[in-house]
T-cell receptor
């Protein structure tokens, strides 16, 4: 049972464009939603995270939008750069259990 | 501050063998989690240890086990290896049992032949 669905699987964006990755979850008990960035040969690195009491969180060029009623959240990367080319994972957790449920990942390629 | 350190970086084993993977968390972090990453299944939670006690366990067979030492270092063991166990095994640490921020190591790439 996939509790966090992520789309698209892959994404190609021109340099300077906006990258948008979407996730949907099923378990309303989830209360923590992080995004991770993974480069080849490396482990995932925490990018940005949000809790359901906030509808949007911005850190630099990265923004999470959260829609609690629709059980959806998304990552927006503004002014995408070739260095942003990586695989992005959304995840969810409840009660700080540390048992992250990950989406299947989105491979982002930013073309120069 | 050094990050999460996993050894070895690569391992090649044959079916039926057993393997032990090692993880050193960030200094001061008392919680260690293990995840399996495969192209087909993605990232899946194996288990979490806090203060030498297993707090959570994912949906994996009993061939997968782990332990944590008093210095917070952790080991993961897989017995009777199967071809399907080929994966990147990731260790992650966090400061405490209620701290959500998880920091991952670079993983151990296990190939089962």
């Amino acid at each position: 049972q996939q509790q966090v669905k992520q789309s698209p699987q892959s994404l190609i964006v021109q340099k300077g464009g906006i990258s948008i990755i979407n996730c949907a979850y099923e378990n309303t008990a989830f209360d923590y939603f992080p995004w991770y960035q993974q480069f080849p040969g490396k482990g995932p690195a925490l990018l940005i995270a949000i809790r359901p009491d906030v509808s949007e969180k911005k850190e630099g060029r990265f923004t999470i939008s959260f829609n609690k009623s629709a059980k959806q959240f998304s990552l927006h990367i503004m002014d995408s750069q070739p260095g942003d080319s990586a695989t992005y994972f959304c995840a969810a957790d409840r009660g700080s259990q540390g048992n992250l449920i990950f989406g299947k990942g989105t491979k982002l390629s930013v073309k120069p | 501050k050094a990050g999460v350190t996993q050894t070895p970086r690569y391992l090649i084993k044959t079916r039926g063998q057993q393997v032990t993977l090692s993880c050193s968390p960030i200094s001061g972090h008392r919680s260690v989690s293990w995840y399996q990453q495969t192209p087909g299944q993605g990232l899946q939670f194996l288990f979490e240890y806090f203060s030498e006690t297993q707090r959570n366990k994912g949906n994996f067979p009993g061939r997968f086990s782990g332990r944590q030492f008093s210095n917070s270092r952790s080991e993961m063991n897989v017995s009777t290896l199967e071809l399907g166990d080929s994966a990147l095994y990731l260790c992650a640490s966090r400061a405490g049992a209620t701290n959500e921020k998880l920091f991952f190591g670079s993983g151990t790439q296990l190939s089962v032949l």
